[in-house]
């Protein structure tokens, strides 16, 4: 199944999609996590993404193009791909159509969680993540058993750089100006669903798997 989970910073795309991956054989593709993985290294990508990054706004899009196409090429998405962050602007929806469409991936849902500010604002401070496995805690709404500790692999767990009010601010602006209307893009298509993910964990994934349940 060839997924696109889209959504404002902290909106739960990470989380929902650590979800979807349990029940289809299908990757998890973040283009956020794949450019973190990229400054943690220190390559040449991440030198070039590191500044937009921390600023909030947008790794310009040929960068990231040409890093997507990459890995939907690799063996693990031959039954498909969850893609999380991307595309973000229409430039980069246009070329991923055009590509998906040539190596036989055509998009088939497109999820877009809808969220207000407030509750933005309380997960994105309340965010933990771990650096080496990648699970994603909330200090109120989904705490680790051991304050700090990941309870998967026992690392200490961190705040993301990008994770206060100001860049969250950055990044709302961003999103309603450049991502959204890739929403409005893929609706005549008839691929989109639209989530209420303000709901808790439970429920927002209950509209999520009503929403592939179409399509599966
Ligand atoms: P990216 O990593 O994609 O960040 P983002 O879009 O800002 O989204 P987040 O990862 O912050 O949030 P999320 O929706 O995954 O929420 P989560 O599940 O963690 O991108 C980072 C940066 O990389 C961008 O700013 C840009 O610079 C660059 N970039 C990436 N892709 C790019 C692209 N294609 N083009 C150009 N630049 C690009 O949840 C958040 C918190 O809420 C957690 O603590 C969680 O536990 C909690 N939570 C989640 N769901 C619920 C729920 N239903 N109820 C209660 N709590 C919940």
């Known amino acids: 199944m ?8 902290g909106a739960g795309k990470g989380t929902m999609s650590d979800l979807i991956i349990k029940s289809y054989d299908i990757p998890h593709i973040s283009t956020g996590d794949m450019l973190r993985e990229n400054v943690r290294n220190n390559t040449e990508l991440g030198q070039q993404a590191r500044a937009y ?6 790794v310009p899009d040929e960068l990231i193009n040409a890093m997507v196409e990459k890995r939907l090429l690799e063996q693990d998405c031959q039954k498909g791909y969850l893609l999380d962050g991307f595309p973000r602007t229409l430039v980069q929806a246009k070329a991923f159509e055009e590509m998906a469409e040539r190596i036989g991936k055509p998009v088939e849902s497109v999820l877009a969680l ?12 309340g965010r933990r993540v771990c650096p080496k496995c990648g699970a994603i805690y909330h200090v109120v709404n989904h ?4 304050e700090g500790i990941c309870d998967s692999c026992g690392n200490e767990l961190q705040q993301r750089r ?11 602006d961003e999103y309603e100006a450049k991502t959204k209307p890739i929403i409005d893009y893929f609706e005549p298509k008839g691929v989109v669903t639209h989530i209420d993910a303000s709901q808790n964990q439970d429920a927002t994934f209950t509209q999520v798997k009503e929403a592939l349940g179409k399509v599966a």
Do not use: C
């Open 2 to 9: 060839n997924i696109l989970i889209m959504g404002p910073a």
């Open 53 to 58: 990054m921390d600023a909030g706004k947008l």
């Open 114 to 125: 809808e969220v207000g500010f407030e509750t933005l604002k309380d997960r994105i401070t």
């Open 143 to 146: 705490p680790s058993q051991t």
């Open 162 to 172: 990008d994770d206060t009010v100001e860049q969250l601010k950055v990044r709302m």
